[in-house]
């Protein structure tokens, strides 16, 4: 005789993930757990405030954007997933597995329309746009909802304090460089529940910002806002050292 056994899945699981990248690569991201916010309108506009343009880029949505969702299937109570990015960003599919926490889930690869993607009207945005080739190693998270569980658990330092501003620096991207952006992630959903702003930067790309930031080793972590300005050298899998640095004053 069989029995039936009920999984009690984590619900803040659930929830709908939406990135917009520019072409020179930099990232701004969220998680809605409501899944109610019309996300690529505001993530463009994010775009738009943090580097300086005249106006939102909507053009890069749908083709510079990826999207995941996850839910709990009433029927069969097992998590479901589904992914789906277009073809210019597959290379980033391992970060945005580290960022969503996804494990490593396949991509769908979803083709645009043709008059969507054309490279006459892309080099006129060019002309237009030419911050969103640069890359200002921009990783942006802001998700405006949080786990309730983890706002239980959330640690805020006494005084008050701006939305932290960190740089990472790795020796090109790799599976560490995944697993640390896991970790990052993990302790600033769980300690605060303010948007942040992270920069991940090769120092084999760009050894001027490594120097200007005093970077001897890799990994470092580098906690640029609120001063004083701290780091963490080479113990980034550690989430109570990361949780020091963005709480140390």
């Known amino acids: 005789?069989?029995?039936l056994v009920q999984v009690d899945f984590d619900?803040?699981?659930?929830?709908?993930?939406?990135?917009?990248?520019?072409?020179?690569?930099d990232l701004v991201y969220c998680r809605d757990r409501d899944r109610q916010g019309q996300w690529h309108v505001h993530l463009c506009g994010t775009l738009q405030e943090h580097l300086g343009l005249a106006e939102s880029p909507h053009f890069l949505v749908p083709y510079f954007t990826a999207t995941v969702d996850r839910w709990i299937d009433t029927a069969t109570q097992e998590l479901q997933t589904v992914a789906e990015i277009y073809p210019p960003l597959l290379r980033y599919q391992g970060l945005l597995n580290a960022l969503f926490d996804l494990g490593n889930v396949e991509w769908q690869v979803v083709h645009p329309l043709p008059e969507s993607c054309s490279p006459s009207v892309f080099a006129t945005y060019q002309e237009q746009f030419p911050q969103l080739w640069d890359s200002h190693?921009?990783?942006?998270d802001v998700s405006r909802d949080r786990d309730p569980k983890a706002?239980?658990?959330?640690?805020?330092?006494?005084?008050?304090?701006?939305?932290?501003?960190?740089?990472?620096?790795?020796?090109?991207?790799?599976?560490?460089?995944?697993?640390i952006l896991r970790t990052l992630q993990s302790v600033l959903e769980t300690t605060r529940h303010?948007?942040?702003?992270?920069?991940?930067?090769?120092?084999?790309?760009?050894?001027?910002?490594?120097?200007?930031?005093?970077?001897?080793?890799?990994?470092?972590?580098?906690?640029?806002?609120?001063?004083p300005v701290k780091r963490l050298v080479g113990e980034l899998n550690d989430p109570i050292s990361i949780l020091s640095l963005l709480t140390e004053r």
């Open 1 to 3: 005789m069989s029995s």
């Open 151 to 179: 706002r239980s658990q959330e640690i805020i330092p006494e005084t008050e304090a701006d939305d932290p501003v960190l740089r990472l620096f790795v020796s090109g991207h790799s599976a560490l460089t995944e697993q």
């Open 194 to 227: 303010r948007p942040y702003t992270l920069k991940v930067i090769d120092v084999s790309k760009h050894p001027e910002q490594a120097e200007a930031d005093q970077i001897s080793a890799t990994p470092t972590l580098v906690r640029v806002w609120p001063h």
């Open 11 to 25: 619900r803040s699981l659930a929830f709908k993930g939406i990135a917009v990248f520019t072409p020179g690569g």
């Open 137 to 140: 190693h921009l990783v942006l």
